[in-house]
T-cell receptor
Framework: AQSVTQLDSHVSVSEGTPVLLRCNYSSSYSPSLFWYVQHPNKGLQLLLKYTSAATLVKGINGFEAEFKKSETSFHLTKPSAHMSDAAEYFCVVSDRAGGTSYGKLTFGQGTILTVHP | KAGVTQTPRYLIKTRGQQVTLSCSPISGHRSVSWYQQTPGQGLQFLFEYFSETQRNKGNFPGRFSGRQFSNSRSEMNVSTLELGDSALYLC????????????FGEGSRLTVL
């Protein structure tokens, strides 16, 4: 079985300050992990993905995430927030091999990021 | 390369009616998934189709159904609409089942009155 927990439902930062969105996962098999972003009334856009290569993954718009197996975490960070980063962010886990959930993606509940001027 | 296209983008129905939503995946993608998004429940997986066969299924009642055509286009149908079916329905495509990330359309927003 797989699951994902986004530890904060809302995060508020000032423009130019760092962003940290936290995600913990549970997976019976080697997972793939993703972060998606959703702007209001839009579909989801892939920010970055981890599929067992480098544990530090760089994505679009300056975001990156680090896969930490010992902590079962995949936190999303950005050094300096921009007003355009205000959106909802989803952490996603997928079992890459084996099990009845093979190929099935499980989404976290989302974290709404607010960026203040 | 065209993205995932969903139609219609917005629609309003009344309780008891049925609705059909359409999704055209990215060219070359053979897997199509459907999700329901509501403020209270978040993103919930409905089903995934690959090569015209349902491969994965979420925990929704039988009123929710789908199908996939030979050109990989997919439709989902909701019968006997209830107020609680009001949601953003998102379609996503990927190359195949178990092969990585999903590419999402912009969604169909259904309002049930």
């Amino acid at each position: 079985a797989q699951s994902v927990t986004q530890l904060d439902s809302h995060v508020s930062v000032s423009e130019g300050t760092p962003v940290l969105l936290r995600c913990n996962y549970s997976s019976s098999y080697s997972p793939s992990l993703f972060w998606y972003v959703q702007h209001p009334n839009k579909g989801l856009q892939l920010l970055l993905k981890y599929t067992s290569a480098a544990t530090l993954v760089k994505g679009i718009n300056g975001f990156e995430a680090e896969f930490k197996k010992s902590e079962t975490s995949f936190h999303l960070t950005k050094p300096s927030a921009h007003m355009s980063d205000a959106a909802e962010y989803f952490c996603v886990v997928s079992d890459r091999a084996g099990g009845t959930s093979y190929g099935k993606l499980t989404f976290g509940q989302g974290t709404i990021l607010t960026v203040h001027p | 390369k065209a993205g995932v296209t969903q139609t219609p983008r917005y629609l309003i129905k009344t309780r008891g009616q049925q609705v059909t939503l359409s999704c055209s995946p990215i060219s070359g993608h053979r897997s199509v998934s459907w999700y329901q998004q509501t403020p209270g429940q978040g993103l919930q997986f409905l089903f995934e189709y690959f090569s015209e066969t349902q491969r994965n299924k979420g925990n929704f009642p039988g009123r929710f159904s789908g199908r996939q055509f030979s050109n990989s286009r997919s439709e989902m149908n909701v019968s006997t609409l209830e107020l609680g079916d009001s949601a953003l329905y998102l379609c996503a495509s990927r190359v195949g089942v178990g092969t990585g990330e999903l590419f999402f359309g912009e969604g169909s927003r259904l309002t049930v009155l």
